[in-house]
């Protein structure tokens, strides 16, 4: 890759678009569940052939706020909101479960965000905050 020294460490970050539920307007985002731990698993194998010594750490997606996504969709879509959401936080769980597990199947360390962040009491509104962007940019 170029590099005279190699990155002591990476984070692999995925999941969260990959959680989303099929069926929905956002399903062209959707990964199955063993296809998404798949991905995972050629990414770190990857990052390892490139360089063996890199320490790479695993993050899970993070929790998802339902409440809180379902009032945004209202506040902006109004009656044209969608009743089901395109992602709901029991499903983003499962993908978590898969990129802990893998985790401990490739001996790697992982940082489960899912399950830290819930700790919190309010972590809807301590953690989570809505990104919005302007038309004109997407």
Known sequence: MGCKKPPAATTVFFGAN???????????????????????RIIVHHLKECFSTMLVVLITPPPVDEEGRMQYAKSVYGEKAMEHLESRNEISGFYASQCVELARELGLPSINLWAKMQETEGWQKKFLMLVVVPTHYA
């Open 18 to 40: 990959d959680a989303v539920l099929a069926g929905r307007t956002s399903e062209r985002q959707h990964v199955p569940i063993e296809e998404y731990k798949d991905n995972l």
